[in-house]
């Protein structure tokens, strides 16, 4: 198997509940590609890192049996609806290829998502483990930027976080206590997740 995930970025000219409505829209064009395994989005609520190493108004993740797969199915007459698509929502987008493709997972409760810029995701999973109603996690280590054609610079990302709690509030808490740290870079995101594949 093999996972993209995406960092996407609203247009400057729409808020963030405009793009998330157009974004869930756009679920339909991308659920239609040839064989898409599984496709999630997660929408921001809640940003908590005032310093955060990119900008992000939602992440996606994509699974797919191979690398191959992938490129086939964007480059078919099916990728073009959600092609043309793109440019009513979407500022920039970045794409990451994972080390190892995980099995996607749309939970009840709280999620956060962490962009871990640099070699602090040891110290942070550290600290993930001690967070109080912490009910899963998983780590998605990029392997390399996936480029999207007329979106350059991409964001850089050294990892995403999945951090599953029992409810928002929990979720919440966490991560205020993760934006306390000051040893850490990472964008700190409260998330609201869709599963449609």
Same mark, same amino acid.
């Given at each position: 198997?093999?996972?993209? #995930?995406?960092?996407?970025?609203? *247009?400057?000219? &729409?808020?963030?509940?405009?793009?998330?409505?157009?974004?869930?829209?756009?679920?339909?064009?991308?659920?239609?590609?040839?064989?898409?395994?599984?496709?999630? &989005?997660?929408?921001?609520?809640?940003?908590?890192?005032?310093?955060?190493?990119?900008?992000?108004?939602?992440?996606?993740?994509?699974?797919?049996?191979?690398?191959?797969?992938?490129?086939?199915?964007?480059?078919?007459?099916?990728?073009?609806?959600?092609?043309?698509?793109?440019?009513?929502?979407?500022?920039?987008?970045?794409?990451?290829?994972?080390?190892?493709?995980?099995?996607? *997972?749309? #939970?009840?409760?709280?999620?956060?998502?962490?962009?871990?810029?640099?070699?602090?995701?040891?110290?942070? &999973?550290?600290?993930?483990?001690?967070?109080?109603?912490?009910?899963?996690?998983?780590?998605?280590?990029?392997?390399?930027?996936?480029?999207?054609?007329?979106?350059?610079?991409? &964001?850089?990302?050294?990892?995403?976080?999945?951090?599953?709690?029992?409810?928002?509030?929990?979720?919440?808490?966490?991560?205020?206590?993760?934006?306390?740290?000051?040893?850490?870079?990472?964008?700190?995101?409260?998330? *609201?997740?869709?599963?449609?594949?």
């Amino acid at each position: 198997m093999f996972k993209r #995930m995406s960092t996407l970025v609203r *247009r400057p000219d &729409q808020d963030r509940a405009t793009f998330s409505r157009l974004w869930e829209r756009h679920a339909a064009p991308v659920s239609g590609l040839p064989r898409v395994r599984g496709y999630i &989005q997660n929408h921001i609520e809640e940003e908590f890192s005032a310093a955060a190493p990119i900008r992000a108004d939602g992440f996606v993740e994509l699974l797919w049996d191979s690398p191959e797969d992938m490129a086939a199915a964007f480059a078919s007459e099916a990728a073009k609806p959600m092609v043309e698509d793109e440019p009513g929502f979407l500022g920039h987008g970045s794409g990451y290829a994972l080390h190892t493709a995980l099995p996607l *997972r749309a #939970m009840p409760g709280g999620k956060l998502i962490l962009a871990v810029l640099g070699d602090d995701v040891a110290a942070i &999973q550290a600290e993930a483990a001690d967070l109080a109603g912490l009910t899963a996690s998983a780590l998605d280590t990029v392997s390399s930027l996936i480029a999207k054609p007329g979106m350059t610079p991409p &964001q850089p990302v050294d990892a995403f976080l999945h951090l599953w709690f029992g409810d928002l509030e929990t979720a919440r808490t966490a991560a205020l206590r993760l934006a306390t740290r000051k040893d850490i870079t990472a964008g700190i995101y409260r998330v *609201r997740t869709i599963r449609f594949v």
